[in-house]
């Protein structure tokens, strides 16, 4: 386990904690994540799973980075549109679009050159 610090700029962040469950895996990269904290009825946990292994080779196995900067992005359109509109909110939702546009030309690619959801680079 591997505690991840960088999130923890304030008292609820600082509440929470980050954990990296697994080893790395295919694509040098961790796959289960674990999130705890503490309510005033007892500790709450989260689990947050990421595919391990393209689909073709593993099949679906957990979510992708672009359904978390998703949901992400929908809780900053709902900032946006209520009261805790502010330009940070909006630098942010600049960053997770162009986080997915990112993501989305690189699984296009893939899929042009006939890879996608394979180990093949």
Same mark, same amino acid.
């Given at each position: ?9 304030n008292?609820?962040n ?7 469950i697994?080893?790395? +895996?295919?694509g040098n990269?961790?796959?289960?994540? *674990?999130?705890? @904290?503490?309510?005033?009825?007892g ?5 947050? $799973? @990421?595919?391990?292994?393209? &689909?073709?080779? !593993? +099949?679906?196995?957990? &979510?992708?980075? %672009?359904?978390?900067? !998703? &949901?992400?992005? =929908?809780?900053? =359109?709902? @900032? *946006?549109?209520? =009261?805790?509109?502010?330009? *940070? ?7 997770? =679009? ?5 993501? $989305?030309?690189?699984?296009k690619?893939r899929?042009?050159?006939?890879? %996608? +959801?394979?180990?093949e680079?």
């Amino acid at each position: 386990m591997r505690l991840i610090e960088t999130h923890r700029v304030n008292g609820l962040n600082e509440a929470l904690t980050l954990a990296v469950i697994d080893e790395k +895996g295919p694509g040098n990269a961790n796959h289960f994540y *674990q999130i705890s @904290f503490l309510t005033p009825v007892g500790p709450k946990v989260t689990n947050i $799973l @990421f595919q391990k292994g393209p &689909i073709k080779e !593993a +099949g679906v196995n957990g &979510i992708s980075n %672009e359904v978390l900067l !998703a &949901i992400v992005r =929908d809780r900053l =359109d709902g @900032f *946006q549109s209520g =009261d805790f509109k502010c330009e *940070q909110n909006e630098t942010a939702l600049v960053a997770v =679009d162009c986080a997915m546009k990112a993501l $989305l030309s690189r699984t296009k690619e893939r899929v042009e050159r006939g890879v %996608e +959801g394979t180990s093949e680079k």
